[in-house]
């Protein structure tokens, strides 16, 4: 049986980055499983895309996922990304960004009424 991912690698990258906004392009390459070089494309592709902003913190670089983007998904629904990343990030990531899901939550909650709901999910890694 060949291996696959239910995430691309554009949707793994992105979620190394929320899970730790301070990460290394080396530590995305390797938990993702592509080169650095490849990385660093889909980490430019992220920022022209305007899901994620890099700020230049001394020698490294700290990045932010803009949570209120909306996800285009092939069945005509929209899905906003913090939605996304509260049910694809495990508990246990950084305490930056359960803090940042957190307060999306509750702005979101003051704003249509609605609970929200976590849900955890395994990340496979591509191979």
């Known amino acids: 049986m060949v291996p696959f991912s239910f995430l691309t690698n554009h949707g793994l990258v992105l979620l190394c980055i929320a899970d730790d906004p301070r990460v290394r392009m080396r530590d995305i390459a390797s938990t993702v499983d592509i ?6 494309r889909i980490v430019a592709d992220l920022v022209d895309t305007g899901y ?5 913190d001394g020698r490294r670089n ?6 209120d983007l909306p ?3 092939p069945a005509d629904r929209d899905v906003d990304l913090n939605s996304l ?3 694809l990030l495990p508990g246990t990531s950084s305490g930056e960004r359960r803090d940042m899901i957190a307060d999306a939550q509750g702005k979101n909650d003051r704003t249509t009424g ?3 709901r976590r ?5 496979d890694t591509r191979r």
């Open 119 to 123: 849900g955890k999910a395994r990340s």
């Open 52 to 56: 994620v902003s890099r700020t230049r």
């Open 85 to 87: 990343l509260g049910v």
């Open 71 to 73: 996800v285009a998904l």
């Open 114 to 116: 609605a609970g929200s």
């Open 62 to 67: 700290t990045y932010t996922v803009r949570t």
């Open 35 to 40: 080169t650095e070089r490849a990385a660093q």
